[in-house]
């Protein structure tokens, strides 16, 4: 997504706002929630008009990861809405609220060693850009592509597992930034902890991140083993239906969050 300034964001709110937009694709699904995770709540037909009220981030359709609240009340991928605009056109979903943003920054930028093998374990390898599971293109260990052919990595095609892992390093501190900004303060993580959340947060993107059930109850005060314990095989959905391999991947989230560790990671980084 390309940056805006703060004057330009605040005047495409002021004029878009509750404006109706076509939609592109010939059936484009509207969703739950800002994720090709959620269930389907209605389809829009192609150039049939939607309202947006309002948009957040969520899972990257072809290297868009903006969702729109339709006045339906589900999200569509902004991919699939002619807006004119390659970004927000209206106030972000939620606005400044959701219990989050406590972080001071002090939190560890970088996941541990486990986090960084438990992702690339299951994300798998990819030498060259290709289509994920559920239709998305990623290569090296889970990187979603942003441009065409993934033309943004600096590394050259194929990659090695060497490269791959330097892209995933890249790529991982961005999730993890995402993460503490939803969390506020008085959550309490070791670095087993982040790391698994990260791992979590890398799979099912920042948006779903934010409003997620497991975020509030942390910010609540709840017991974190208990919350990931409770929360995260919830997330075993991708395309409608019920991932294997999603599941595999919870257990062994919620086996690194549960693995004792001394050093702090979040609020502050030991």
């Known amino acids: 997504m390309k940056l805006f300034s703060l004057a330009l964001f605040a005047a495409l709110s002021a004029t878009s706002f509750g404006k109706s ?10 969703r739950s929630g ?7 709540k209605k389809s ?5 008009n939607v309202s947006i009220s309002c948009q957040t981030s969520g899972t990257s359709v072809s290297g868009n990861n903006i969702w729109d609240k339709t006045s339906d009340g589900c999200y569509v991928a902004d991919h699939y809405v002619k807006t004119g605009v390659n970004g927000y056109v209206t106030t972000k979903c939620g606005g400044s609220s959701g219990g989050g ?42 990187h979603l592509c942003q441009k065409k052919n993934c033309a943004e990595v600096k590394y050259k095609f194929p990659l090695s597992k060497t490269t791959a892992k330097q892209l995933l390093s890249d790529d991982l501190p961005k999730y993890t930034k995402c993460l503490a900004g939803y969390l506020n303060s008085k959550v309490k993580l070791n670095d087993n902890q982040l790391a ?43 395309g409608g239906r019920v991932m294997q391999g999603l599941v595999n991947r919870r257990k062994a989230e919620i ?16």
């Open 34 to 40: 800002p994720g090709t995770s959620y269930a389907v």
């Open 196 to 238: 698994a959340l990260t791992s979590w947060t890398f799979n099912v993107g920042c948006g779903n991140v934010k409003t997620s059930t497991l975020v509030k109850r942390l910010n609540k005060g709840e017991s974190p083993n208990t919350v990931a314990g409770q929360e995260l095989p919830k997330w075993r959905m991708a």
């Open 21 to 30: 937009y076509p939609v592109t694709g010939n059936t484009v699904n509207c």
């Open 255 to 270: 086996k690194l969050f549960k693995t004792a560790s001394s050093k702090q990671a979040y609020p502050k980084c030991q």
């Open 101 to 142: 943003g406590g972080s001071s920054g002090s939190y560890c930028k970088k996941i541990n060693t486990a986090g960084v093998n438990l992702v690339a374990q299951w994300e798998g390898f990819v030498a060259s850009p290709k289509p994920d599971p559920i239709g998305l293109p990623t290569v090296g260990y889970g």
């Open 44 to 48: 829009y037909k192609k150039g049939q």
